[in-house]
């Protein structure tokens, strides 16, 4: 079984600085996929990153990247110079294999609210 | 890139009826449909993910027979909330993945508000 754990349910920062949000995961698959999606009050799900378990480097994509630690079990998303519309709730979620029929679902965890203050 | 529509984007129905929401690929070909129940404040449940032309499975404690899920071609899954009662408005959205899809294959729709009075 699949399990995403985001310890940080609401997370303040100053605008033009950084934030870590936190995402720790367990799993049995060797091959995996960690995401990280923004949603906005919308509801739309942002797709921000990607980080694959064989990956050797940590993935970044303009102002995101994933600080993936494997020994850990963490794939922790650092957003530098936040902007107000950074605000949203934030998702980690993982993509197992497709083992005993899974289809590649993903698995969510609580989320982060993050709050960019002016 | 690759989009899916999911319509109605609001719904209000009365307790009783059933409301069907649609999710549709409009430049790929969607083999597998996840749908997703989201409360406020809180994650994305997944309730069952369905493949073209099979039978949608679905997680555990998700009622099949008021939760229908249609998934009868590749561009198209629909979900059928019937005998809706206020417990079931929530937030509902879809997610497709090609086959063979790239690492990044998720598309999610832009989800259904849902209140049942």
């Known amino acids: 079984a699949q399990k995403i754990t985001q310890t940080q349910p609401g997370m303040f920062v100053q605008e033009k600085e950084a934030v870590t949000l936190d995402c720790t995961y367990d799993?049995?698959?060797?091959?995996?996929?960690l995401f990280w999606y923004k949603q906005p009050s919308s509801g739309e799900m942002i797709f921000l990153i990607y980080q694959g378990s064989y990956d050797q480097q940590n993935a970044t994509e303009g102002r995101y990247s994933l600080n993936f630690q494997k020994a850990r079990k963490s794939a922790n998303l650092v957003i530098s110079a936040s902007q107000l519309g950074d605000s949203a709730m934030y998702f980690c979620?993982?993509?197992?294999?497709?083992?005993?029929?899974?289809?590649?679902?993903?698995?969510f965890g609580k989320g982060t609210l993050l709050t960019v203050n002016p | 890139g690759a989009v899916v529509s999911q319509h109605p984007s609001r719904v209000i129905c009365k307790s009783g009826t059933s409301v069907k929401i649609e999710c549709r690929s409009l430049?790929?070909?969607?083999?597998?449909m996840f749908w997703y129940r989201q409360f406020p404040k809180q994650s994305l449940m997944l309730m069952a993910t369905s493949n073209e032309g099979s039978k949608a499975t679905y997680e555990q404690g998700v009622e099949k027979d008021k939760f229908l899920i249609n998934h009868a071609s590749l561009t198209l899954s629909t979900l059928t909330v019937t005998s809706a009662h206020p417990e079931d408005s929530s937030f509902y959205i879809c997610?497709?993945?090609?086959?063979?899809?790239?690492?990044?294959?998720?598309?999610f729709g832009s989800g259904t508000r849902l209140t049942v009075v």
């Open positions: 979620a993982m993509r197992g294999g497709n083992s005993g029929g899974s289809n590649y679902k993903l698995t």
């Open positions: 430049d790929f070909q969607a083999t597998t």
């Open positions: 997610s497709a993945r090609a086959n063979r899809a790239h690492y990044r294959g998720y598309t």
């Open positions: 799993t049995s698959d060797p091959s995996y996929g």
